[in-house]
Structure formats: structure tokens, C-alpha cells
């Protein structure tokens, strides 16, 4: 068998083949399974006919007065409609006054729901005495409006507010005032705190420190932030009428390198948060936090001044 006669039967059985499976439908299945299929989604059409549309009263401009005024006008018709049906017969008196009846409520229903519009607080004017004493007001005593389910303490945050004399043990959003280290707002652990004691907002939080020159968020910290981050003790803040926070003493120059080491202040500073180094602080001998990244900056600028003067020896030779 040669060459040529393999090729012709080899030829002849392709051509049996596909004759067979175009006979038994399988070409035409393989072809439309090829074939990419487009995916249409299916349209729904949205009818907005169906429920009423809601619209604020600052759009439509309502007010009570208007609405009340609309109420007296319906109410007035009715009556006098409820007059003449009277009038005619006694039954149609009596169902007359029924729709009267039933406008008069349903207008009165309209009314109340036409309320005026709210308006924050911060947008309600206050008066120039209110104004001066919110300027007044330390950082550690600020100003809060309170409802008497605020005032009220249960016995057991009362119990257990002392537990902790450092950061407090008992959250409060209302009346605790929040640290600018740890962020906690919490009621602090002294006991003769009328504040967190007595919930009196015009007296200050002897748990909380408050700078004198800026009376600002920066300057409060709790007990234990203010010994392990700049080892100072709360009692000595107390009695220092003049203590200034780390924002204040590196703005007037007293100490450059004295600054705030709060992860908020040392991302602004492009620096990296110390995280919980009371530890290593210890390991190191330094009083604080503060201390350590004291050192660590005079040493900075004593390498970059040691640097500064190699490049300009360089440049003068």
C-alpha cells in the first residue's frame, strides 16, 4: 500500500466521520457552544406613580401658621355645610356633622405633621455673657448641657469610679473628659472631685491636667498619662498655677525639645508613634517618655550639625 493510497483512504474515513456527526447534530452543538454569548439585563421599568413622593418642609415652605390657617378655613366649611344639611333633614344633619367631624381631625392631623423646621444648636444664637464664658472655661471644666437621666449615676459606676485612680474606671461620654494621650473618657479616681463625684460641670476635674496659657484638648491628660509619658505627678500640676502643656512650652521657645510624644502630634511631625514604651524607658534609665525622645533629638541635631560641617569643609577645599 503506498503512499498515495493511505492518504485516500485516510481521507475517505475524515469524510465518514464528519458525515456521521453532522448527521447525528454534534458540529451544530460544538459551534453554538463556541459561540460567546451576550448577557443582557433584563429591563424593569421603575413606576414612581405608585407611592407618594417625600418632601422636606424646608422645600415646601410650610409653616404652622399656614397650616393652622388651612385648618380653620376646612374646619369653618364644614361647619357650615354641617349648618345647612341641618337644615334640610335631621339624618343628614346627623351624617353631615360625622364628615365634619372626621375633616376637623383629619386637618388637625395635617397640622401637627407641618411642623417647623429643626434647627441645631450650634445654629441657635447664644448671647455674647454665654459666648464669654465658654471662652472662660478651663480645659478641664468645660461647659455641658446636662438632662437629669445625665446627672443621675447609678450605685455602681459611683462604686467603682475610685477603683482606679490613674486613667478612672467608669466611661462616661456626657461628663468624663477625654485625655490627649490615651483618649479615654472616662470619670476620673480622685475622691473629692465634685465633678466626676457630684456631677457638677462648673467645678474643674482634679483628675485632668490644664494648661494655663491655652486652655485647650492638647493639654489635658489624666494621672497616668502625664507620669509615664512626662513624669510629672498630678498634684504638682495642681498647685503650679502656671503649668503649661508641651505645645505651649515649644511655642514659646522654654525648651525646643520638649514636645508632645501623643501618636496624633508625632504622625504631624512626620515621626513614628512611640507606641507602649514605658518599658523600654525604664530599661534606659529615663524618667518619661518624654525624656528619652528629648535625648533623641538633641542627638539628631548634633549628628546633622556634624554633618553640615563635613559638607561645608568639603565645598571650602
Same mark, same amino acid.
Given at each position: 500500500?503506498?503512499? *498515495?493510497?493511505?492518504? =485516500?483512504?485516510? @481521507? ?7 458525515? /456521521? ?6 458540529? &451544530? #452543538? ?51 355645610? +354641617? ?9 343628614? +344633619? ?9 375633616? #376637623? ?19 441657635? %444664637? ?10 472662660? /472655661? $478651663? ?19 459611683? =462604686? ?12 462616661? $461620654? ?7 494621650? *490615651? ?12 465633678? *466626676?463625684? &457630684? ?11 490644664? *494648661? ?43 525648651? %525646643? ?10 504622625? @504631624?511631625?512626620?515621626?513614628? %508613634? ?41 565645598? &571650602?577645599?
Amino acid at each position: 500500500m503506498g503512499k *498515495c493510497d493511505y492518504e =485516500a483512504a485516510r @481521507k475517505a474515513r475524515m469524510l465518514e466521520n464528519q458525515a /456521521r456527526l453532522e448527521s447525528l447534530g454534534v458540529l &451544530n #452543538t460544538i459551534s453554538k457552544l463556541r459561540e460567546p454569548k451576550k448577557h443582557h439585563r433584563p429591563y424593569r421599568k421603575t413606576l414612581y406613580a405608585l407611592t407618594p413622593l417625600r418632601r422636606s418642609l424646608r422645600i415646601n415652605h410650610a409653616t404652622a401658621s399656614a397650616a393652622a390657617a388651612a385648618a380653620a378655613a376646612t374646619a369653618a366649611a364644614a361647619a357650615t355645610a +354641617a349648618a345647612a344639611a341641618t337644615a334640610a333633614a335631621a339624618a343628614t +344633619a346627623a351624617t353631615a356633622s360625622a364628615a365634619a367631624t372626621a375633616s #376637623t381631625a383629619a386637618t388637625a392631623a395635617a397640622a401637627a405633621n407641618h411642623l417647623p423646621p429643626r434647627r441645631s444648636r450650634r445654629l441657635t %444664637p447664644s448671647s455674647p455673657k454665654q459666648e464669654k464664658d465658654k471662652r472662660k /472655661r $478651663p480645659a478641664n471644666a468645660p461647659l455641658v448641657e446636662l438632662s437629669d437621666a445625665d446627672i443621675e449615676l447609678s450605685a455602681e459606676s459611683s =462604686a467603682w469610679r475610685c477603683n482606679s485612680k490613674g486613667r478612672g474606671s467608669v466611661y462616661n $461620654p456626657v461628663l468624663g473628659i477625654c485625655c490627649h494621650f *490615651c483618649r479615654q473618657k472616662k470619670l476620673c479616681g480622685e475622691e473629692d472631685c465634685k465633678r *466626676c463625684g &457630684n456631677c457638677d460641670v462648673n467645678e474643674p476635674c482634679l483628675g485632668k491636667t490644664d *494648661c494655663s496659657v491655652c486652655h485647650s484638648s492638647t493639654g489635658v491628660f489624666c494621672r497616668a498619662c502625664l507620669k509615664i509619658r512626662y513624669g510629672e505627678e498630678i498634684e504638682a500640676v495642681r498647685e503650679n498655677k502656671g503649668w503649661m502643656c508641651p505645645h505651649c512650652i515649644e511655642e514659646k521657645g522654654i525648651n %525646643p525639645y520638649w514636645i508632645c510624644n501623643s501618636s496624633i502630634c508625632l504622625r @504631624k511631625r512626620k515621626m513614628p %508613634p512611640t507606641g507602649i514604651a514605658v518599658y523600654k524607658v525604664r530599661e534606659m534609665g529615663y524618667k518619661s517618655v518624654a525624656h528619652l525622645l528629648m535625648e533623641e533629638l538633641k542627638r539628631g541635631k548634633k549628628v546633622k550639625k556634624i554633618r553640615d560641617s563635613h559638607v561645608r569643609s568639603r565645598c &571650602n577645599q
